[in-house]
């Protein structure tokens, strides 16, 4: 089985204020024993911040968002390893889609071509 570790989180910026800001944020996240990461983003906001968007916008998608009282590194990175034990697969691909249900994978919706899928399809363009 492969087990998924948060290796790292990234953060753009210090929040400006301690009650309304949104932060976006990287986790590199890879295999446990395995030096490589797959970046996943996300971000972390306020519900005041929240507020503000859905007063604007009147919708905001919620996923990959964390929701935060007060700017906490320590508490987002203990949420993210609760998601990463629920997300122990057989393969890499299969603990990255699963994460991908919770943050915003770098690869998602990425099609990869076969050799043999790509001589077919540059063979019937001729």
Do not use: H
């Amino acid at each position: 089985m492969v087990i998924p570790q948060l290796k790292r989180i990234l953060i753009s910026s210090e929040p400006q204020s301690d009650d309304d800001f949104v932060v976006p944020a990287i986790a590199d996240i890879g295999p446990r024993d395995v030096d490589g990461v797959d970046y996943f983003y996300f971000r972390i906001m306020t519900p005041k911040r929240m507020l503000s968007i859905l007063n604007e916008d009147k919708i905001m998608d919620g996923r990959a968002t964390f929701i935060v009282k007060e700017f906490n590194l320590a508490l987002v990175e203990k949420e993210i390893n609760k998601i990463l034990e629920d997300c122990i697969r057989s393969t890499w691909d299969e603990v990255a889609k699963a994460i991908n249900r919770y943050l915003n994978w770098e690869y998602d919706n990425i099609q990869y071509e076969t050799l043999e899928e790509a001589m077919d399809r540059l063979n019937k363009i001729k």
